[in-house]
């Protein structure tokens, strides 16, 4: 881990210094070529040419120096040994990524895709074709079991009950994780209000609450003592809004909140936050590194 942070610090230097340099040589060798005329006379054509391969790359390279990125990282260390812990920022699908993929999902486990909103991450992985409805609910149910997660009922009204197919009563505590396969785990991130299916929206203490609870449920799931997993999560709650309460700040609730907890008791080598859709278009990932590595220094 040692050498890639090594590794890393050299290519940012290269890439942050190296539109200038290869400019300031570009530059001299210009003037070294159009210096190179016997009869001491001016060579529009040779001056156009060389001038205009010189301008060419030094574009390429700034442009290549200031192309937005799609993603930003930093490292930490949890305190124990000479472990690094990455955090990664990135524009993309949790669903495509490799390791394992955290789903967040409301406090009854619901699964049926018609209950859930069209642009959420468990809607998407409702939809894929290798996810089997029944084999899902059987392996939340005997996940959940098998952890001895206490549960309780929701006492909607008989009218809801009729009218909702296979309605799930049962309520969870946020942070209560069920594992599917070895890729999946779902965690209950929020609450259900009513029968109708609608969420509770979260003020910024009750979702930085949550979130706490989610990363500590997620932590006691981890099972043996390698903690060399990939975890992949979605930005939790992009439905609760107002205010300065944006995506960045709740990006920054989320690192910090496994910032902590992983300093006393890590459960992953690597958190892949990924930012989908609309929400990665507003999102400077240029800004964010900075910001990401501001958190990493000052969050203990």
Not at 19 to 30: H, K, L, N
Not at 211 to 217: E, M, R, T
Not at 223 to 235: E, F
């Amino acid at each position: 881990m040692a050498n890639k942070s090594f590794i890393s610090k050299i290519l940012n230097a290269m890439k942050e210094w190296g539109a200038m340099i290869i400019s300031i040589i570009a530059f001299i060798w210009t003037c070294i070529q159009l210096s190179q005329n016997d009869n001491n006379e001016i060579d529009i054509c040779k001056w156009l040419v060389y001038g205009g391969l010189a301008l060419l790359l030094i574009s390429i390279i700034s442009i290549w120096n200031n192309w937005p990125k799609k993603k930003c990282s930093a490292e930490f260390s949890p305190g124990r040994g000479n472990t690094k812990i990455k955090i990664i920022i990135q524009k993309g699908s949790v669903l495509k990524q490799k390791g394992i993929k955290v789903i967040h999902v409301q406090d009854t486990f619901e699964t049926s895709i018609n209950k859930c909103e069209k642009q959420s991450l468990l809607h998407a992985f409702l939809s894929l074709k290798h996810i089997d409805k029944h084999d899902l609910d059987k392996s939340i149910e005997e996940s959940l079991k098998s952890t001895g997660y206490a549960s309780s009922l929701i006492d909607y009204p008989l009218f809801y009950q009729l009218i909702r197919e296979n309605m799930k009563t049962s309520k969870y505590d946020i942070g209560t994780v069920a594992s599917y396969n070895k890729d999946y785990q779902l965690v209950a991130f929020s609450n259900i209000k009513d029968a109708k299916g609608n969420v509770e929206e979260k003020d910024y203490l009750q979702y930085k609450d949550s979130v706490n609870k989610v990363f500590v449920g997620l932590q006691k799931a981890h099972t043996g003592k390698v903690i060399n997993q990939t975890y992949n999560v979605g930005v939790w709650g992009f439905q609760y809004n107002g205010g300065l309460y944006d995506s960045r700040m709740k990006i920054e609730t989320m690192v910090r909140s496994f910032i902590s907890i992983s300093r006393r008791n890590p459960f992953c080598e690597t958190l892949r936050i990924c930012v989908n859709g609309k929400h990665a278009e507003r999102i400077d990932f240029n800004k964010m590194q900075v910001l990401l590595e501001y958190i990493v220094d000052t969050t203990e």
